[in-house]
């Protein structure tokens, strides 16, 4: 079974920096693709960054440059470092995992283990 614990998210003024953890059991980073996602009430849950074994990290056009994904193998958490953060980056942001490699890495559709959420305020 696997089971996702996310940390790091907090309130941080435009241009500030938060780094988001994601613990994962049940499964590792060469069995499986994990990603990052957010939300915003009332919108579609959109994914932010992905990383696999196979493909290694893909992200979304509005991230690019300033978010940057990795993996710490020995403690099997993902994590998200977020810089030069704009109020329209406020979200409920999500930890996802699946067994194999996703089609669409960045597809909602695509993944079956989902964390809890943090949230993440920007503020202007």
């Known amino acids: 079974q696997v089971q996702l614990a996310e940390s790091g998210g907090g309130s941080v003024q435009a241009g500030g920096s938060l780094r988001l953890s994601c613990v994962v059991s049940?499964?590792?980073?060469?069995?499986?693709?994990m990603a990052w996602f957010r939300q915003v009430p009332g919108k579609e849950r959109e994914g932010v960054a992905a990383s696999d074994s196979v493909f290694g990290a893909t992200y979304a056009d509005s991230v690019k440059g300033r978010f940057t994904v990795s993996q710490d193998n020995a403690k099997n958490t993902l994590d998200l470092q977020m810089n030069s953060l704009k109020p329209e980056d406020t979200a409920q942001y999500y930890c996802?995992?699946?067994?194999?490699?996703?089609?669409?890495?960045?597809?909602?559709?695509?993944?079956?283990?989902w964390g809890q959420g943090t949230q993440v305020t920007v503020s202007s």
């Open positions: 049940g499964l590792t980073y060469r069995s499986g693709c």
């Open positions: 996802a995992a699946r067994h194999g490699t996703a089609i669409e890495p960045l597809s909602v559709d695509d993944y079956n283990n």
